[in-house]
């Protein structure tokens, strides 16, 4: 039920309709003083400053401040001080000295990241995941108290350590080289679908290949659904706590910056994870809901399969990777 959309994208869309069949084709300048020229190439002039150039590769020019020039690689230039290079692989060098190279050597870079260390000042902290190449040993914890960053969050099965650093430090960590990439911890959106028919329930248990060997419609008995989100109300009659919630539990992320690295805390055997929002309890009804509440029509997909809840709080990713480490460590039990 979480999707974390990490979309980045850059466009530049230019319309020009000529209708009048006096205007040449190669050569139009109307009295706007736009002037467009389209004879071996794509010319653009415009006397506020922007510049179009293609031939054999596009260059644009904005007195504001934003430069684009593409021949055989694309290169963008904006005055904010953050560069782009794509030439076989994709390069981001901001001011701040970290270069960011996809296919390269180097870690990868959160673009969002990216721009709060060209805008914030340079004692800000920010919430930061990094990823190293396998699990961080204790050279690597130390190399980090090196850098004036004493503590956060470790994983007992992910590679990666969440800390609160400033910019200083964040260039620092790119250096190290066992870091495989330094993402942004932020808060994530909540996506909420359409359920039994729009995902194709319906169709499914109307195919005889989709039945049990009894004839019956697979209704997930068997199967225990790990549901990480905001959390899951077992109070409620078509999610009851024990028969249908086998586990119900609360992730406490450690504020601010803690004095030592330190593993995520939970507390299990809640009847109620889910307090302000509601998200994760609609989630687990449509998951695994015994429909009991409205005599079987608002059942979920598998009625018949057991859930744990894993709330997650106020669902930065810090949180959700501390749900999913809590899942890897516990999964065999249910």
């Given at each position: 039920?979480?999707?974390?959309?990490?979309?980045?994208?850059?466009?530049?869309?230019?319309?020009v309709g000529i209708t009048s069949s006096a205007l040449p084709d190669a050569y139009v300048t109307p009295a706007?003083?736009?002037?467009?020229?389209?004879?071996?190439?794509?010319?653009?002039?415009?006397?506020?400053?922007?510049?179009?150039?293609?031939?054999?590769?596009?260059?644009?020019?904005?007195?504001?401040?934003?430069?684009?020039?593409?021949?055989?690689?694309?290169?963008?230039?904006?005055?904010?001080?953050?560069?782009?290079?794509?030439?076989?692989?994709?390069?981001?060098?901001?001011?701040?000295?970290?270069?960011?190279?996809?296919?390269?050597?180097?870690?990868?870079?959160?673009?969002?990241?990216?721009?709060?260390?060209?805008?914030?000042?340079?004692?800000?902290?920010?919430?930061?995941?990094?990823?190293?190449?396998?699990?961080?040993?204790?050279?690597?914890?130390?190399?980090?108290?090196?850098?004036?960053?004493?503590?956060?969050?470790?994983?007992?099965?992910?590679?990666?350590?969440?800390?609160?650093?400033?910019?200083?430090?964040?260039?620092?960590?790119?250096?190290?080289?066992h870091v495989r990439s330094i993402w942004q911890d932020r808060l994530l959106t909540w996506v909420t679908h359409?359920?039994?028919?729009?995902?194709?329930?319906?169709?499914?248990?109307?195919?005889?290949?989709?039945?049990?060997?009894?004839?019956?419609?697979?209704?997930?008995?068997?199967?225990?659904?790990?549901?990480?989100?905001?959390?899951?109300?077992?109070?409620?009659?078509?999610?009851?706590?024990?028969?249908?919630?086998?586990?119900?539990?609360?992730?406490?992320?450690?504020?601010?910056?803690?004095?030592?690295?330190?593993?995520?805390?939970?507390?299990?055997?809640?009847?109620?994870?889910?307090?302000?929002?509601?998200?994760?309890?609609?989630?687990?009804?449509?998951?695994?809901?015994?429909?009991?509440?409205?005599?079987?029509?608002?059942?979920?997909?598998?009625?018949?399969?057991?859930?744990?809840?894993?709330?997650?709080?106020?669902?930065?990713?810090?949180?959700?990777?501390?749900?999913?480490?809590?899942?890897?460590?516990?999964?065999?039990?249910?």
């Amino acid at each position: 039920m979480i999707r974390s959309i990490r979309t980045a994208a850059l466009g530049l869309a230019l319309c020009v309709g000529i209708t009048s069949s006096a205007l040449p084709d190669a050569y139009v300048t109307p009295a706007s003083t736009y002037r467009w020229d389209t004879a071996a190439g794509i010319r653009f002039n415009d006397v506020g400053g922007i510049r179009f150039n293609d031939v054999g590769g596009i260059r644009f020019n904005d007195v504001g401040g934003i430069r684009f020039n593409d021949v055989g690689g694309l290169l963008f230039s904006d005055t904010s001080g953050i560069r782009f290079n794509d030439v076989g692989g994709i390069r981001f060098n901001d001011v701040g000295g970290i270069t960011f190279n996809k296919t390269g050597s180097g870690p990868s870079i959160d673009l969002s990241l990216l721009n709060l260390l060209v805008t914030l000042p340079d004692t800000s902290a920010i919430g930061v995941i990094i990823t190293y190449q396998s699990m961080p040993t204790a050279l690597d914890l130390n190399d980090l108290r090196s850098i004036g960053i004493t503590g956060g969050t470790v994983f007992a099965n992910l590679p990666m350590v969440v800390v609160n650093a400033t910019k200083d430090q964040i260039i620092a960590v790119a250096a190290f080289a066992h870091v495989r990439s330094i993402w942004q911890d932020r808060l994530l959106t909540w996506v909420t679908h359409e359920s039994l028919e729009f995902i194709g329930v319906r169709q499914a248990e109307a195919d005889p290949a989709m039945r049990t060997t009894l004839g019956l419609p697979f209704d997930g008995r068997g199967v225990t659904i790990a549901f990480v989100d905001t959390g899951i109300d077992a109070t409620h009659p078509d999610l009851p706590f024990g028969s249908k919630v086998l586990q119900n539990v609360r992730v406490h992320t450690a504020a601010g910056n803690p004095a030592a690295f330190l593993p995520p805390a939970y507390t299990e055997g809640l009847p109620n994870t889910d307090l302000v929002l509601g998200h994760g309890t609609f989630g687990a009804g449509i998951a695994a809901g015994t429909g009991s509440a409205s005599g079987g029509y608002y059942r979920g997909v598998a009625p018949g399969a057991g859930l744990v809840g894993i709330s997650v709080g106020d669902v930065y990713i810090v949180n959700v990777l501390e749900g999913f480490d809590y899942l890897l460590s516990n999964a065999l039990r249910y």
